[in-house]
Every structure is written in C-alpha cells, then in structure tokens.
C-alpha cells in the first residue's frame, strides 16, 4: 500500500527540494570562488539553511530516500570544508545533482 502524498501538495514539495538544490548549489560555487572569509560564512549558513528546506521537503513527500541524499549532501559538504580537494567537492556536485532530480 502506497501512502505518500498526492494532490496538490507533492509538486511544491518536489519544487522545495529542486529550489533548495539549487540554492545550495550555487552557493556551494559562490563559496569556492570567494576570497572573503565572510562571504564564505555567509555561504555556509545559506547552505544550512538550504539543506533544512530539503528536510522539510522530505518530511512533507515522506521520502526517505531524499532525506538519506540529503544526510549524505550534509557530510560530504563537512568533508569538502575540512579539505576543499577537486575529490570533495565532486561528491558534493554528485549529491547536488541527484537532489535536482527530485
């Protein structure tokens, strides 16, 4: 028996987790390109708050599978800022990537 959400309700929460992809995406570039450690805190926090969306999303599509790509999005970014290597942010943009597809 399937009981996940339908209705109007299941696209918005879809276009969340694509927004909040996107978001933290272009962020996560923005962050790569700035030589302002400021503006790379600031790109961080939107980040968090990018990757909260997609746990709301999740939650409301009662989609476990968007809430593991989301967990896994979360240590590879912790990876990628403890070593910024081209290997990190790879999986970084792999988990990005699968997220939009949501």
Do not use: C, W
């Amino acid at each position: 028996m399937d009981v996940s959400p339908t209705g109007p309700s299941n696209p918005s929460y879809q276009q969340e987790v694509r927004r909040g992809a996107e978001l933290f995406e272009k962020s996560f570039h923005e962050m790569q390109s700035s030589k302002i450690d400021a503006q790379k805190e600031q790109y961080k926090e939107v980040m968090r708050e990018s990757l909260n969306v997609i746990h709301q999303a999740a939650r409301g599509l009662m989609n476990d599978q968007i809430e593991e790509l989301k967990n896994q999005l979360a240590q590879d970014l912790d990876a990628y800022l403890k070593d910024p290597s081209s290997s990190n942010s790879s999986k970084v943009e792999s988990d990005i990537s699968h997220l939009k597809r949501y």
